[in-house]
């Protein structure tokens, strides 16, 4: 007697098919970071509207709305080895991260609402430069294998006036460490920043923005680490050019 499949051919190569895809989604809903250093309050906010305080090795996901408050400094680490470093102030959003190591579908997207970051590449941005960008209220930044400050001023950025000087122009500055960043269309090389003001307009500045210093942390802020917490990683190492360098805005 012969007997007929219960399931068809067809209907195991959708089924496989479908495994595959669960698989793989469940491998993308995974954590896009873990917190590697904190300071202060800082707090996340879920894609379902839950709030939690962040603590040491915690879990961040795509969605997450991470916001530190007025003393609050935290470092994130991502799964594909890259790192956002949040000064105080600051609202950051996990819009979109997926590495499962494919450079095609690989993404990481970050929304810069307030405040500032330092920010070092990873694997994703390494394999596709258009895998990796960070959105803000007045452009994009776009990365080429790069390590950069970034802060978006808004009426709130006082900290960062030379005395004698005007208050610092309101929009996004940008200071890039190594490699080269790509704000609004306009290159960034290494050792230079930029300003995009709040048409999106972005001109090239000859030496870093006072609004990129953190004069609480100090040094920390460019790189050794979160004042009070003991963590130091080589990844953040202040880069020579920079040590005893007065930080001035010029045209």
Known sequence: MHL???????GWLALALLLIAGIASAHAAGPAARVAAIAGEVTAIGRDGASRELRQDMEIHAGDTIQTGAGGRVRLVFSDGSARTLRPGTILVIEAYRHEGNAETDSSVSRLIRGGMRAVTGAIGAANHESERTETPVGTIGIRGTEYLARFCRGDCADGQVPGEEPPAD??????????????????????????????????????????????????????????????????EIPAQHVGTRFLLCD
Do not use: C, K, N
Not at 4 to 10: H, V, Y
Not at 193 to 208: A, E, F, I, K, Y
């Open 171 to 236: 929009g996004l500055y940008t200071h890039t460490l190594s490699g080269a960043t790509v704000v609004t269309g306009v290159q960034v090389a290494a050792g230079l920043s930029s300003h995009t003001d709040m048409q999106g307009r972005t001109r090239l500045l000859t030496r870093m923005p006072s609004v990129l210093e953190d004069r609480e942390a100090g040094i920390d802020w460019l790189g050794t680490g979160i004042p009070g917490t003991g963590t130091v990683d080589a990844v953040f």
């Open 4 to 10: 007929r499949p219960l399931i068809p051919a067809a």
